[in-house]
């Protein structure tokens, strides 16, 4: 009996030690678990519940014109942020943050229970909103100064510009295609706190200095935007169009001194205007260019000797091409003329004749140099490539159309651009808008330079066609 007893102790013994045994070696096992396999994420969570980061953003370069004239600024604007482990009260605190914000309470109150180190409630108040919410003094609830972008000038340049968006992000204009220069880099204030959400005194506060974005000098000089602008409103009112575009180009260089379309916005609001208003119809709108396209077809006809300047036309008023009667814009037509005479007569029968004579492929590849149905490469977003008739379908009828500028669509940066290549004796360039990226300090970082793309026509040519000009 003393045996059995003795039997079932040591059974009770060995089954205890067996389960202390099966303990230890699960805690081992968690141990081991949480040490190699999870130490990372502990620690990520552990410095989440004890650090904060506030956000310091940059100050976004400045955009000038050429004289170095303020177009585009950085202004100082309060954004209001959140610790959600700080707040005692979330619905409370929603309430009060909505009434003043114009926020929805319901939303706000979930983002605020949110279990993370740092949220934003609304960002870039104006100055009266920020001064409401300070003065509620909430736990948990911060403002902090950021950039906001500012255009003295309202709506002026606005094709060119562009706007920023909430983060100071370009989403239009050099903001956009200089939004690597201009954007600088963010800083950050690293703040400890212990468990119960308070500030640890004389524990390390870390700042990282934001570096503020590059100055950008454009190629436009601010006192012929302002006319060319002028200039718009007054043809739009006077004519009731439903669009309009000036360009004005320097020829040697290719420099942009000025750029405009109407309808425009202002990009201070740029949101409470329809997205079709921002379109930069001067990079991205194709159109016929009408008699305007006569100095490519003259340059053509000059370059392919297939026309002389004393070479006598007759024009009775209209040509028929292939059973389609062309007019000419003059009733009864010109008469007997000279191609010079064609030429300062934008004569239709007379530039028909004369790209008749050309043909189809001299004619292309003259279309072709001079830059048609392909980027100028002007640093403005959205640039198109205008409208071309496949040149393996291009039938007489078409040459002879788009000899007047018919039946074929060219942006009106690419016509600006070709055009000046014949004022320029005869070499292309692309087209610029910006002369030069400075730092803060005036330091030189870029300069851009005339980049001539290609030589479209001989001097002497180019220099022949002016003169007829």
Known sequence: MASAS?????KRVAVFFLMVTFVIVGLICRLGYLQ??????????????????????AKRGIIYDRLGRELAISVSAESVYAIPAEIRNPEETAAKLAAILALDPNNLAVK????????????????????QVKVLNLPGIGLTQESQRHYPQDNLAAHILGF???????LDGVEMTFDSYLRGRSGSIVVEYDARGREIPHANHRYVPPVDGQNIYLTIDLVIQQII???????????????????IMQPQTGEILALANKPDYNPNRFAEFAPKLWRNNAVSNAYEPGSTFKIITTAAALGERVVKLEDRFFDPGSIDVQGRNIHCWKHGGHGSQSFVEVVQNSCNVGFVTVGLRLGTDPFYQYIDKFGFGKHTGIDLPGEAKGIMIDKAKVKPINIATMSIGQSIAVTPI??????????????LNRPQIVREVKDKNGQLIREFQPDVVRQVLEEAVAKQEKGVL
């Open 36 to 57: 190699f396999y999870r130490s990372t994420w502990l620690a990520e969570n552990a410095t989440d519940q004890r650090v904060r980061e506030i956000p310091v953003e």
């Open 6 to 10: 003795h039997v079932t102790i040591r």
């Open 229 to 247: 602008e002028r200039e718009l409103d007054r043809i739009m009112k006077e004519t009731q169009a439903r669009a309009a575009t000036i360009i």
């Open 112 to 131: 605020l229970k949110k279990r993370q180190a740092f949220t934003w409630v609304k960002r870039k108040l104006d100055a009266e909103t920020a001064r």
């Open 164 to 170: 920023t968006g909430v983060d100071s992000q370009g």
């Open 414 to 427: 690419q016509l600006v651009n070709a055009v000046s290549a014949v004022a320029n004796d005869g070499k």
